[in-house]
């Protein structure tokens, strides 16, 4: 019977350094307003919980850069980057007596990436004013997100046989939207997933009952919002 992963995953951070610096131009670019955001951290200690609370140690490696910069009046620009590298530590083991199990003790886990961390995420959201008023205007936004290969439990590729061992690849989506300002009143049409890209949010491994489940991502949508403020 496979091992059912955890009902949470909840890591704490340690020797977090967060900074912020103001530039006035990167490489020759002009970026009046331009803001830097880095983070740094190091180490963390997760816990998984099933019937039995078990503790499992790792560390947690990783980076955060984030850019804030309006090079033209009309024009703002987003940016983040971020690197997560995770591993369990060396002689833990779960699920003893399990098919893919090669140790008494179970599927090894050392050096494995913690499940739903991807090593790379990054986003890019610019937003263009085509019309401008006294009280508001007229916006056209995007926003690009990458999410780099993830799995969906802490045995990674070493239990399941099928789809659920690969995890899901890498992908990226496509929001964006068209937003009309005035004073109290805004509406706006949006899209996200815009390449209506297909990916697995979730995983998990039933193949005792001979197949993997998996919750695919949301598809492409669409929408129209208004507000009036009082």
Request: aromatic residues 16%; negative net charge; charged residues 20%.
């Amino acid at each position: 019977m496979p091992f059912k992963p955890f009902h949470f995953l909840a890591p704490r951070c340690a020797q977090f350094i967060r900074t912020e610096a103001f530039a006035p131009d990167l490489a020759g670019v002009q970026l009046r307003q331009s803001q830097w955001t880095y983070a740094a951290f190091l180490e963390a200690e997760i816990n998984l919980t099933d019937q039995l609370t078990l503790t499992l140690g790792g560390r947690m490696v990783g980076f955060e850069l984030e850019l804030k910069a309006r090079p033209h009046p009309r024009l703002r620009l987003d940016a983040s980057v971020g690197y997560l590298d995770t591993r369990y530590n060396d002689g833990q083991f779960l699920a003893p007596g399990d098919p893919a199990a090669t140790d008494p003790r179970g599927i090894a886990l050392g050096e494995n990436a913690f499940p739903f961390a991807p090593k790379w995420t990054a986003s890019f959201s610019p937003t263009v004013t085509l019309v401008q008023f006294d009280k508001g205007g007229i916006d056209l936004s995007a926003d690009v997100t990458y999410v780099s290969q993830q799995y969906f439990d802490p045995f990674n590729d070493r239990q399941a046989f099928g789809p659920l061992g690969k995890g899901q690849s890498g992908y990226a989506l496509v929001n964006a939207s068209l937003r009309y300002d005035a004073g109290n009143f805004s509406a706006s049409i949006w899209a996200k997933n815009l390449f209506d890209k297909s990916y697995n949010a979730y995983g998990l491994n039933i193949e005792s009952f001979g197949f993997d489940f998996f919750t695919p991502g949301a598809p492409r949508t669409y929408g129209v919002e208004a507000t009036v403020r009082f």
